[in-house]
Nanobody, 122 residues
């Protein structure tokens, strides 16, 4: 089993920044790839970014390219999502997830955190 715990969400004004963290524990070697997804009110959950075990490969949704950056510190079993130039449409619950390989596919992520709320005011 893998446990994921997100933190760092909150309320920020448009144009501001936030950094989310996701601490992983348990059998993390089984799920080397990590990703962030988000779900806005009334919408389906969508892929945001993902990173490989080494950190050498990443995937991003077009909507966040140039604004969001994913990184990881394997010594701390923690993945980070740095969000800059935030927009009101970035408002959502952000979920950390773990997968056996780098992918955008939600169904490939077998472990999920409980989510953290990010609210961007205009």
């Amino acid at each position: 089993q893998v446990q994921l715990l997100e933190s760092g969400g909150g309320l920020v004004q448009a144009g501001g920044s936030l950094r989310l963290s996701c601490a992983a524990s348990g059998r993390t070697f089984r799920t080397p790839a990590m990703g962030w997804f988000r779900q806005a009110p009334g919408k389906e959950r969508e892929f945001v970014v993902a990173i490989s075990w080494s950190g050498g490969s990443t995937l991003q949704a077009d909507s966040v390219k140039g604004r969001f950056t994913i990184s990881r510190d394997n010594a701390k079993n923690t993945v980070y999502l740095q969000m800059n130039s935030l927009k009101p449409e970035d408002t959502a619950v952000y979920y950390c997830a773990a997968a056996p390989y780098l992918t955008r596919s939600e169904s490939s992520y077998g472990y999920w955190g409980q989510g953290t709320q990010v609210t961007v005011s205009s």
